[in-house]
Each structure stands twice: as C-alpha cells, then as structure tokens.
C-alpha cells in the first residue's frame, strides 16, 4: 500500500511511496501529529541520484521489522533536499557542528517542536566499524524520549540556541578590491595541484566557478598564472574519466587526484556550469578541445536532460543495471578489453584500448576500466577515432540506462539557460539558444505561473509546493540575462527585473546581506543563510552577480547598491577560502572592470552584435536591436544613433563612454579585457 508520498511530485519521495515506512512529507501535520502521539519525529533527507540513500533506504526503510519499529515510535518525515534546501541546510549545519561531519542520507531525530537533538548519515543494518546498526540507534532515541525527556530537552535547546548564535552580518563591509583579489589568487596558487589540475586532494570536483574567476581575472589583469591554472585544470578534466569520453558531459567528481575514476552521477548543475566555462575558455583562448567540450557538453544536456515539456531534468544515477541484472555503479559506462573487441574487432579494439586507457586490470572495479584519453598513443588518426567513438557509443546505448531524476529545479534550469545560450551564440548553433528560450518559456509559464513568485520545482509540467529560494532567484535571473544579451529579446531583461526585485523585497537584510529563503517563507528552527559556493553558486553570490549586470543595463543605483552589499561577504571570504566562493570572486572581477556596457545599435546575430558577445571583459553586458523600438526593449539603446548609416557600437564603464565605432575589430580591442 502506498504511503503519503505517492501525492507528491518529487521523484525521490516517490521512489518511497511504496516504503512500508509510513512517511510524510514535511508539513505542520507530521509535526501535529508528533505532538498528538507524543513520540520524535525521524527526519531522513536525501535525493534520488544518491547512491547510500538507495543502499538505507532497500536495507532499512524497505525492511517489514524495521518499517513497524519506526511507525510504532516516531512520526517518519522524507525530504528530497533539491525540493527544500532550506530545510536541508538548517538540519546539515547542525549535524556539522555536532559530529565535525554530514552528507546524505542526514537522519536527524526532532522534538515535534522540529528542534533536532540526535544526528547521523548513513547507519547500517547492523553494527558496522564502530557504527551502530540502525535498530540500535532507533531504539537508543525512544529509551531517551521516554526516560530521559529533560535531557533530550535540554539538548535540542542547546542546539537551537547555538545555531541562532550563528547569524551572518557580513554585509556592508565595502566591496572586495585588488588586495582581496590578489589574496585569493595567491590562496588558489598554493591549493593547486601542479600535477593534475584542479585544486586540493581526493576526491577532487570540478572548480568550475573558480575557472570563471580566473579566466576573469586574466582578462581583466592579463596574468598568465591564472589562465595556466584555468587552461590546464580544464585540459586535465576533458581528458580525465570525470567527462563521459563517448556521450559528453561531466560526472560529479572524481574520486582521486588524477581525474581518472569519477562517482558516476551526472548532475544538470555541474554540467551547466562546466558548459558555460569552456565556452569562455574557448572565448578566451581560441582552443578547439575547449571548443568541443563545450559544444559535447551542450548536446548532452539537451539529449540526456531534457524534459518533453522544454525543462532539463535534474540528474542522472550513478548506478544502473550490469550485465547481470544487477544494479552497480558505473555499469553503463566502463569497458573491459573484452567487451571492447566484442563490439570492434581485435584491432580497433586494441587501438581503442590504447587511446582511452583500457587496461586487463582496468582502472575501476573488477578490470573495468573508466574511458579517458591518458595521450601516451602518439599522433591519431581523427578519422578512426570518430568511427571508434560512434561504435562504442551505439553499443552502449543498449546498455540499460541509469535512471533519470525528472524534477526540474528552477536554479539550475537558470544556470543551463545562460550556459546554452552563450554557447549557441559563441558557435553558431540557433538550435542552442532555441532549446534555452523553451527553458526559460517554461520557468515563466510554469514556476511564475499566477502566483508572480518563483516555485522552486516542477515535474511533467506541474509546479511542485515548495518556494524558490535565493539561488532560484540569482541563477534564473543569470539565465535569463544572458538570454537578453543573445536574442535582444528585451522581455527576458524585464523578467530577469522582475525576479530582482523580489530579491531586494524579501531576501536582503541589514547592511546588504542575504537571506536563503524570503521574509514570509515557512519560518523554521534559523532562517538559513550560507554564502559559500560548493556544487552551485550560492543563492548570495549568484544574486550578487544577476543584480550587477541587471544594475549595468538598467542604470539602476538600487540594484547597484544591493550588488555592492552582498559583495561585502566575498571581501570577507575571498582571501580566507578562495576555492568556496569562487562565483562571487567572479562577480567581484566583473566589479571591478565596472562592468562594461555594450550597445550595438544594429541588427542582432550581426557582425557587431557577435563581436560584443565575444568580448573578454568580466561580466559585461551586451544590447543589440535596431529601430526606434530598440530603446524600449533596452534603456543602453535609448538615443544611440548609427554613424553614417552603419551598425554602430557604443562602450561604457562608470558613467564615462568610449567614442562609438562601425568597426568589428576596434570593438574587439575595446573588449578584449
């Protein structure tokens, strides 16, 4: 029989609608009906690509005795943490700070008052390496609810207390300049992996936003050592295991320094963001891998991830089904020597095996081995290796699939609409920036809808119950800002405006700092606030950089302003922990070049138009339309004439413009940073 989740949108709670667990979704009913039976609430928090949530879930929650257990003595809650990363963040810093620890599964035991009080991950279904069976822990927490409550009290109390203690008020500090910038770069310089690329040990992720950042800072600087860190982090992970050597795109980290064996999973944000940052290396340097990465990595997304009503899903498992039924990690995607000469023949099987590193002892579990080009072969024919790379591909494609997680989450919908279309712009591909405006068409038409505030998720076209949060906001207005600057379709400005002032409404507090979830969202145990980006810009620092550009082509001092406060926790940041705020160092470099404002007065797609696109300088944003009508879609084409009948570019920084220019290449030299 099913279970309360089966009513509920999110693929990872529909994956245990069918729990004997009887779970509720996170509402003020489970906590009622805590407070009712007097018993904790069991909280367990995870998503559906997570390989240990399924591993807990089939040994515990799919377990009759277990299952009986828990319905007896707790109040059982799921939350898919990609639906409500409010509620995950709060629980997470409190499982941090008790254990020095967290990761998912998060189990957490609340009073029904949600004050936490006993924390853990992942617990086995028996004793294991010092850790306690699940059981153990279950019938632990009942014995202190019913014998010890004032201590559980007391506890949860202290907790609660400690976590309000940890209010942020970096905000209003002054905004990051060049001292700052340089301390970081010199803190990334001492972090970065010479050998491998990327910064810091096993497991390594890739550093997209820190690559933004340098790439920036090289623009704007002309500082070689930044680009070398960028340029080669970049070459190690294109010809690493991490990036799908056949289909394109990137795993989500890899679990050793040398990029070779990567944790299976393939999330749309990563791959958004990667995506993007080739195609600037590529702006950048000219480099034709940078160039193919970004267009595979593009294909990928729209082939794997995109949803029939125009979204993109949220990720792919790790895990799928091997030749024996079973379900590993990987399977899909490792080869054997065998398996290649059973599809290619013994000699393009040994040609193949030596261009993508396939080994008799393999590099992964059992002599498989990841697909990488280790570049030991010597010179290739190009030729051979595209026919090789279809074969594999095809036969792959039998494989049974890894399973697709098909909620579309608003933030990093954002992220892949301006990735896809600055990549389409950048290499000529309309297909591109038609697949983004259908993105960005279904976050207007489904996550705004009637309500005109942003819905963090959706699934088969139908908006789910949960708030955007911050980063909802600050990446769907980046993806459609970037959308402006490709098609000149000014709406796109209009509603990144939109979503903007929303942010100044309801998300800033005192002195320019930012709050994750709005002023009148579900008030819960600390209004959660982290500035630091990991896997995704944070909500802080992506709005930080949505309300610049936004200020650049509007000439709005609010927005500016609002910019420059939330900046002040990047000077804060920036020099301590350069590699976790790597997007705000990004926005601090687009600051710092003002940034600039481009308008071309002329057709867009034209030559002008192109050029601009093109332009290195950090964060600048570009308008391009012609006609007496082009000045209502953007105010930087408000009185801009053409000179002598011409296309015309004009260029801007802090309130002072350049003399405007017809030609191509003198527009260039203004943008090359």
């Not at 559906?48 to 009986?68: I, L, Q």
Request: negative net charge; proline residues 6%; contains cysteine.
């Amino acid at each position: 029989m099913a279970n309360r989740l089966a009513q509920t949108t999110s693929p990872y709670l529909l994956q245990h609608a069918d729990n004997p667990v009887d779970w509720w979704p996170w509402s003020p009913e489970a906590f009622e009906e805590a407070r009712k039976r007097d018993v904790p609430v069991l909280l367990s928090v995870g998503y559906a690509s997570c390989h240990w949530c399924h591993v807990m879930a089939h040994e515990s929650f799919e377990d009759d005795d277990t299952a009986a257990y828990l319905n007896a003595h707790f109040v059982p809650v799921k939350v898919d943490r990609e639906e409500r990363p409010d509620v995950d963040a709060v629980y997470m810093e409190a499982v941090q700070a008790a254990t020095g620890h967290g990761g998912w599964p998060m189990t957490v035991f609340l009073t029904p008052d949600a004050e936490p009080f006993y924390f853990g991950t992942y617990f086995p279904p028996e004793p294991r390496h010092g850790s306690p069976s699940f059981q153990q822990v279950l019938e632990g927490v009942t014995a202190a609810w019913t014998d010890r409550r004032d201590e559980v009290a007391e506890v949860a109390g202290r907790i609660v207390a400690d976590l309000a203690g940890r209010s942020l008020v970096h905000g209003g500090d002054g905004v990051p300049g060049e001292s700052e910038v340089a301390q970081a770069l010199l803190g990334l310089t001492r972090e970065y992996d010479e050998q491998h690329g990327g910064f810091g040990g096993a497991p390594k992720f890739p550093p997209a936003m820190v690559v933004e950042f340098l790439l920036r800072h090289y623009a704007r600087t002309g500082a070689e050592g930044a680009l070398q860190m960028a340029a080669d982090t970049c070459t190690a992970m294109a010809r690493g295991g991490i990036y799908d050597q056949l289909g394109g795109g990137f795993a989500r980290y890899s679990v050793d320094r040398e990029w070779i064996v990567p944790h299976f999973e393939k999330m749309l944000y990563d791959n958004a963001l990667l995506c993007r940052v080739y195609a600037h290396l590529w702006r950048t340097t000219g480099s034709d891998e940078a160039r193919r990465i970004a267009l595979e990595t593009a294909d990928f997304m729209v082939r794997e991830l995109r949803t029939a009503e125009g979204g993109f899903a949220s990720a792919l498992d790790a895990d799928s089904e091997d030749a024996d039924g079973k379900h590993v990690e990987g399977a899909y995607y490792v080869w054997t020597p065998a398996q290649l000469r059973e599809v290619l023949g013994e000699d393009d099987a040994a040609f193949a095996a030596a261009y993508f590193g396939v080994t008799e002892d393999g590099t992964f579990e059992e002599g498989a081995s990841v697909l990488r080009l280790p570049g030991d072969a010597g010179p290739v024919d190009a030729a051979r290796v595209a026919a090789v790379r279809a074969r594999l591909l095809a036969a792959r494609d039998e494989r049974p699939h890894p399973g697709r997680d098909d909620k579309v989450v608003a933030a990093w919908n954002g992220l892949a609409i301006a990735a896809l279309a600055e990549t389409g712009a950048f290499f000529d591909r309309p297909d591109l920036v038609e697949r983004a405006t259908e993105a960005a068409d279904l976050l207007v038409r489904v996550h705004l809808g009637e309500v005109a505030r942003l819905t963090r998720t959706s699934k088969d076209g139908r908006a789910g119950d949960n708030a955007g949060v911050l980063e909802d906001y600050g990446d769907v207005a980046e993806g459609f800002l970037a959308l402006a600057a490709v098609t000149g379709e000014g709406a796109w400005l209009e509603f990144a405006g939109f979503l903007l002032d929303i942010v100044l409404e309801q998300f800033t507090g005192e002195g320019g700092q930012l709050y994750d979830t709005a002023h009148d969202a579900e008030q819960l145990i600390r209004r959660p606030q982290d500035p630091t980006d990991s896997a995704t810009p944070s909500g802080w620092t992506a709005a930080a950089g949505a309300l610049l550009s936004y200020a650049a082509y509007t000439g709005s001092e609010a927005h500016r302003t609002a910019a420059e406060g939330a900046l002040g926790v990047v000077k804060a940041l920036g020099p301590r922990v350069p590699r976790f705020v790597g997007w705000g160092l990004a926005v601090a470099e687009a600051l710092l070049d003002g940034p600039r404002e481009v308008a071309v007065a002329g057709p867009v797609g034209g030559e002008l138009h192109r050029t601009a696109l093109l332009g290195r300088a950090p964060g600048a944003v570009v308008a391009a339309g012609e006609g007496p009508g082009a000045g209502a879609e953007f105010p930087l084409l408000v009185d801009r004439p053409l000179l002598g009948g011409e296309p015309t570019a004009y260029v801007c920084r802090h309130f002072v413009c350049d003399a405007p220019t017809t030609d191509a290449g003198e527009l260039a030299a203004k943008l090359g940073g």
